[in-house]
Nanobody
Framework: QVQLVESGGGLVQAGGSLRLSCAYS????????MGWFRQAPGKEREFVAG????????YYADSVKGRFTVSRDNAKNTVYLQMNSLKPEDTAVYYC?????????????????WGQGTQVTVSS
């Protein structure tokens, strides 16, 4: 089992920044691939960013490229999502996810473990 705990959400004005953290623990057979997803009210959960177990590969949704940065500190078992130039349309519950095996990062169905989510609200 893998446990994920997100933190760092909150209320911010448009153009501002937030950094989300996800602390992971449990058996991951090495370092799991990690991802961030978000879900706005009335919408499906969508991929935001992902990072491989080694940290050498990163993936981003087109809507956040150039504004968000995913990183990880394997010594601390923590993954981060730095969010800059936030827009009202970034408002959502953000979820951290983990997968043991490599695959399609963009599809939420391929992820094995999920955090409880943290609310991000961007005011205009």
């Amino acid at each position: 089992q893998v446990q994920l705990v997100e933190s760092g959400g909150g209320l911010v004005q448009a153009g501002g920044s937030l950094r989300l953290s996800c602390a992971y623990s449990g058996r991951t057979n090495g370092h799991a691939h990690m991802g961030w997803f978000r879900q706005a009210p009335g919408k499906e959960r969508e991929f935001v960013a992902g990072i491989s177990g080694s940290g050498r590969r990163t993936y981003y949704a087109d809507s956040v490229k150039g504004r968000f940065t995913v990183s990880r500190d394997n010594a601390k078992n923590t993954v981060y999502l730095q969010m800059n130039s936030l827009k009202p349309e970034d408002t959502a519950v953000y979820y951290c996810a983990a997968r043991i095996y490599d695959g399609n990062y963009y599809n939420p169905n391929g992820w094995n473990y999920w955090g409880q989510g943290t609310q991000v609200t961007v005011s205009s």
